[in-house]
């Protein structure tokens, strides 16, 4: 960015909050209304199978929209998407109030509340890309892993404001007020959008240097897929704390309301000062896969150990302040590292490809999280009817190792190719 007006230079930090603005109004949707499940399981009258499809299907709208989303916003820009979906999505959650919240005498059919959820999904799935490619097109080599670090605060911010609020919503105002202040954020971000973000000055000058690395783009290349997959993968643990956790401590571990409102809460911030601190620290020492290899094996150890605690806490202890204190514990340990390296592997992803494919390989990680994000709540209660929590954790520990061998090194070449295309940017 050297060359640049100081009032250039200091808008970036605008369009980085835009961007952190968008995603976490859409995560307090899709990460805070996982945290209404019990609520939800009342209000709705649905049994576990069920609440775990409603959960999934935000995260199904997503994964179905991402990769689209994200070649349009290669081809639009950041700004366009962005308004479009936030716009839409807003539209969508205000629908929701009308036609699929339970009122007294009356409890909607879960198919207009999967339907809803479905297309929240669909059209929220156009800030993820667009957001993170705004952030690497404003920011220098050795800048971004910290602004995407920060942008992906956003998520467990979101989360956190939906851990705080949305149940507390859910239980005493009820779904139609939940889905309105949605709606809401997502209008006073889309605000934040047409404020803020544009494409920055040196994008047109940049665009014959900045190609894509690899002579297919990102879709025909095998080192993006890997981290794509590894990517997902390693999602599937956060997603069953996120999308299953309240339950856990609610039905297994008989925690109060409030212990466990905190504890998500808890989780969230703790994952947001995390994704800070690793995105400025591996920026430093340049040691992204490491870090990402580290997060992994940390997290099989934590969730084999809440697997291990549950496995044999029995029926007589399990209502004890100590055995609760330990659940609490352990669910938290696991949320916040198995949520702490997300900033750091969007990076590498991101440089990776080079910033005039950022949209398009964004857009493939997501759709791999977010067919995930379906997948990991839908399956939670089959293991649960197999073999009850400690085989959910087990999983959650299974999957965690699995993602280790997919985020190792690019090659060298390869990398310093990618580095050079990205330079050339800024």
Same mark, same amino acid.
């Given at each position: ?60 709208? %997503? ?29 969508? &959650? %205000? ?12 409890? =909607? ?8 959820? &479905?297309?929240?999904? &669909? ?76 494409? =920055? =000055? ?57 212990? %466990? ?27 992204? =896969? ?137």
């Amino acid at each position: 960015m050297q060359g640049l007006s100081l009032s250039t230079r200091r808008h970036r930090w605008k369009v980085l909050a835009a961007g952190v603005a968008a995603n976490a109004a859409f995560s307090v949707a899709f990460s805070g209304i996982p945290m209404t499940a019990v609520v939800m399981r009342d209000g709705y009258r649905l049994d576990n199978a069920t609440l775990g499809l409603m959960l999934g299907l935000i995260g199904l709208g %997503i994964a179905v929209s991402e990769l689209p989303w994200g070649l349009l916003t290669d081809r639009w820009g950041d700004r366009p998407v962005l308004l479009t979906g936030l716009g839409a999505t807003a539209l969508a &959650l %205000i629908a929701m109030a009308l036609l699929a919240a339970p009122r007294s005498g009356h409890v =909607p059919s879960p198919v207009w509340l999967g339907t809803g959820l &479905l297309l929240v999904g &669909l059209l929220g799935g156009s800030v993820n890309g667009a957001s993170g490619r705004a952030v690497m097109g404003w920011f220098a080599e050795g800048e971004r892993g910290l602004a995407m670090s920060i942008r992906q605060t956003a998520v467990p911010l979101g989360g956190g404001i939906g851990a705080l609020l949305l149940p507390a919503i859910a239980l005493h105002v009820g779904f139609t007020a939940l889905y309105a202040f949605l709606a809401g954020l997502c209008l006073v971000s889309a605000w934040l959008t047409w404020c803020w973000v544009h494409e =920055p =000055p040196i994008a047109r000058q940049a665009a014959p240097a900045v190609a894509a690395p690899s002579g297919g783009g990102p879709l025909r290349d095998a080192r993006v897929w890997r981290i794509v997959m590894g990517i997902g993968v390693l999602c599937a643990p956060q997603f069953a704390v996120i999308s299953f956790g309240t339950v856990f401590l609610h039905d297994f571990g008989h925690v109060g309301f409030a212990a %466990i409102t905190a504890t998500m809460v808890g989780l969230q911030l703790g994952a947001m000062a995390m994704r800070v601190w690793s995105g400025r620290w591996t920026d430093r020492r340049q040691n992204r =896969p490491a870090y990402l290899r580290a997060c992994s094996v940390l997290s099989a150890v934590l969730f084999a150990a809440l697997g291990l605690t549950t496995h044999f806490v029995s029926d007589a202890t399990v209502a004890s302040l100590a055995t609760q204190t330990l659940l609490v514990l352990l669910v938290l340990a696991c949320g916040v590292c198995v949520s702490a390296w997300h900033g750091v592997g969007y990076t590498e992803l991101a440089t990776l490809s080079g910033p005039a494919r950022a949209g398009t390989a964004l857009g493939m990680a997501n759709t791999s999280v977010f067919v995930v994000c379906f997948i990991t709540p839908w399956s939670i209660p089959h293991l649960l009817a197999w073999r009850d929590w400690p085989m959910v954790w087990f999983t959650a520990a299974a999957c965690s190792l699995i993602a280790l061998p997919l985020l190792a090194n690019v090659s060298r070449p390869q990398a310093k190719l990618s580095k050079t295309a990205l330079s050339r940017s800024t």
